[in-house]
């Protein structure tokens, strides 16, 4: 590409520490570059490693062996943490964990305070991510009287206006409907044209079709990448690890690497199970 990489992923193995006898490994060996402005979805079935490796990519877990370096800098180094985080904001499948103000405004507010964001720029920024996620009208609302969808759409408000390099998506759209999905896919894609890359963890193939590349994780390996339509072409493949792709023929005529004529609307019901 040509490009500096935005995130690299050098060599990561990674086990959790469950007590002082006893470790589990979950990611082997696991190398890849994230590229400014690049669209990734990471898919593979439940346990397979995706979620710790998600959580390697702004340092909240750090790499057992390997390193990840975040525009050069190395997540294990606590001091370049807040940096690294402001670089590479994340979201997580479960938004109640993540929001914690007492007004929806206040929620976005919180991950710009101590970032040395002047005030009226603050405010700007809020009422500007609010808008893309389609909430400001429920600004002054308590976070925890939302639906999960409504949620969802805060949590990821609140790292908008971080207005990271990077937005990583930890299964965010999973509390969303149909429709919910498919209107927060929009914002991630214009995120994404003006600029922002986008690493998202998800099991639903209208937004694998969305992105530039499809990493396959599997027992902690990365076991496959392509572009979507190769990726969906591989359906034996992906059969074989337990990822049903429903129709994935019908779907890789549908993938337009540039999005172009592709509608993702047409795929809704096309999910991996
Ligand atoms: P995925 O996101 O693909 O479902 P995860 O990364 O959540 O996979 O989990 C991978 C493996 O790591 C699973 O076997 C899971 O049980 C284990 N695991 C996840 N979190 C922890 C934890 N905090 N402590 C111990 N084991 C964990």
């Not at 390193?67 to 050069?72: K, R």
């Not at 479960?94 to 929001?99: E, V």
């Amino acid at each position: 590409m040509g490009k500096k990489p935005l995130i690299q992923v050098e060599d990561v193995s990674f086990q959790y520490l469950v007590n002082k006898d006893e470790k589990i490994p979950v990611l082997k060996n696991i190398s890849f570059n994230i590229y400014p402005g690049e669209y990734v979805a990471i898919i593979g079935h439940n346990g397979s490693g995706k979620s710790t490796l998600s959580k390697h990519l702004n340092g909240i877990l750090k790499p057992s062996q390997g390193e990840v370096l975040v525009n050069g800098m190395n997540t294990k180094e606590k001091r370049l943490l807040k940096r690294i985080r402001q670089e590479v904001g994340m979201v997580f499948q479960n938004p109640d964990n993540q929001l914690i103000a007492t007004t929806v405004e206040d929620d976005v507010a919180f991950g710009l305070e101590n970032t040395g964001v002047p005030m009226d720029e603050m405010e700007s920024r809020i009422r500007f991510a609010l808008d893309v996620v389609g909430m400001s009208e429920m600004s002054k609302r308590a976070p925890h009287h939302l639906s999960g969808g409504q949620k969802q759409r805060v949590a990821i408000a609140g790292i908008i206006a971080m207005m990271p390099k990077c937005l990583v998506l930890d299964e965010a759209t999973s509390m969303l409907d149909t429709y919910g999905r498919k209107d927060i896919l929009k914002v991630i894609r214009k995120l994404n044209d003006d600029g922002m890359a986008i690493i998202t963890v998800t099991h639903h193939m209208s937004e694998v079709a969305e992105a530039d590349r499809v990493i396959v994780i599997e027992g902690g390996n990365i076991v496959l990448q392509g572009t979507p339509r190769e990726i969906f072409q591989k359906k034996a493949f992906l059969q074989n690890i337990q990822l049903d792709v429903p129709a994935a023929s019908r779907i890789a005529e549908l993938v337009h690497h540039n999005h172009a004529n592709f509608n993702p609307e047409i795929i809704h019901s096309y999910e991996i199970v």
